[in-house]
């Protein structure tokens, strides 16, 4: 080993030739050449007896002057009796601890979910607090450090809705609040919960109570024709099981939901299993002509079972898929407010019985008691409405107060 005065133009020389070469300006600071091109800057140095070397970067990135200075900075540290490897290895951890304990509100909100899902007994709740964070948060929050989450920027997601949708977006503001206490509790951020309601309610209005109930925010059915010509602008599945949900009357898990199987071509059926109508029970849709043609007009995959199929092989339409693309259409509706559109128009516009409305939305009609004694569900009936709905969609777009004129008889 060979002490030099080392300089640019030697150590350009050096680097083609293997061995280690000894500053004589800085003890301990070694060129260490292991092949040609190979070389590294290395500091040997002695500690409690024992001897160790401490690497300081490859000889190609940083030059003698820059070697003399990083070895300068760590035997000042050994002066003072400290170790420079602890010291960086030390600083290594912290930034891994960093690393690991930075996490984005969206890691966070689908970690919890992860996490407390498993203990949510109503499949519906899951799929509300999924619809609802793709639709109402993560759009804002969703990219930023969950550390950073304040009241402002809750303020910012709640505020739009908050008057409109008080009851949806008292339960967003509670699922918000139950992942920051996670993530507070995880140590993946510190302080006060900024959508706690003592703190949020300071700047939002109490609304939470005004309405018990939610009602779906509907499209007015004078408006329908129109949007329907602009959704069958859109193409993909998506748009395609939108429409089929406003022909249909359908609830958005039903027609998530619809198989092949279910789907009786020759009969004009759709029959809905028990298992996934509301009222727990079978429900047959008599399908329109426009809504075969739109399910003969689907793709169909090989192995996948759903009418309408997903982004992923095999699986279905996702929770969120219908919600946000309403909310890209039309910000004042709702995929479920389609059926109170329906309601309306058949009410106003057509002459059939109250029974038939409500059964071609699924909906239980008299007591507990006529129910038990009811021996039809007006299918027929029903199939004529669903025509006639089917022709009232496909019409020419009127303006705001004209009169449609599908007064029809049963």
């Known amino acids: 080993m060979t002490k030099t005065n080392l300089t640019t133009k030697r150590v350009a020389r050096l680097v083609k030739t293997p061995g280690r070469y000894r500053d004589a300006d800085v003890k301990g600071l070694l060129l260490c050449v292991t092949g040609p091109g190979n070389a590294s800057w290395q500091l040997r140095y002695q500690l409690n007896g024992a001897e160790k070397w401490m690497g300081l970067g490859s000889a190609s990135e940083f030059s003698i002057k820059q070697a003399r200075e990083r070895a300068l900075a760590a035997r000042q540290k050994l002066a003072d009796g400290i170790d420079p490897l602890q010291v960086r290895r030390a600083e290594k951890v ?3 601890l960093a690393a690991a304990k930075t996490m984005t509100f969206e890691q966070a909100t689908w970690r919890y979910f992860d996490l407390f899902s498993v203990e949510w007994k109503n499949a519906k709740w899951r799929s509300q607090f999924q619809n609802t964070m793709r639709a109402y948060v993560l759009p804002t929050l969703g990219a930023l450090p969950i550390e950073s989450i304040d009241t402002t920027l809750i303020k910012q997601v709640l505020e739009p809705h908050w008057l409109a949708k008080a009851p949806t977006m008292s339960r967003v503001r509670s699922r918000i609040e139950a992942i920051l206490d996670w993530a507070t509790a995880s140590g993946y951020r510190a302080g006060d919960n900024p959508a706690a309601w003592k703190t949020i309610g300071k700047v939002l209005p109490k609304v939470g109570r005004v309405a018990r109930v939610e009602h779906h925010s509907a499209l007015p059915y004078g408006e329908l024709p129109a949007f329907l010509v602009e959704l069958r602008k859109h193409v993909g599945t998506t748009p395609r099981a939108l429409e089929f949900a406003v ?109 038939v409305i409500e059964m071609c939305l699924a909906h239980n009609v008299g007591s507990t008691t006529e129910r038990a004694y009811a021996r039809t569900t007006l299918f027929e009936r029903r199939r004529k409405l669903m025509e006639t709905w089917a022709a009232f969609c496909a019409s020419k777009p009127i303006k705001t107060g004209d009169v449609v004129a599908l007064k029809t008889a049963t």
């Open 94 to 96: 912290a930034q891994k």
């Open 247 to 355: 022909l249909s009357c359908a609830r958005t898990n039903e027609v998530r939901g619809a198989t092949w199987d279910e789907i009786d071509f020759e009969q004009k059926v759709w029959t809905v299993p028990a298992a996934r109508t509301k009222a727990h029970k079978e429900h047959r849709v008599p399908l329109s002509d426009a809504a075969l043609k739109l399910l003969k007009s689907l793709p169909v995959e090989e192995g996948n079972p759903y009418v309408f199929i997903g982004s992923q092989r095999g699986a279905g339409l996702s929770h969120g898929a219908m919600l946000v693309l309403m909310g890209r259409l039309r910000t004042d509706g709702t995929v479920h407010g389609f059926r109170s559109t329906f309601r309306t128009w058949a009410g106003e516009q057509t002459h059939y019985p109250v029974d």
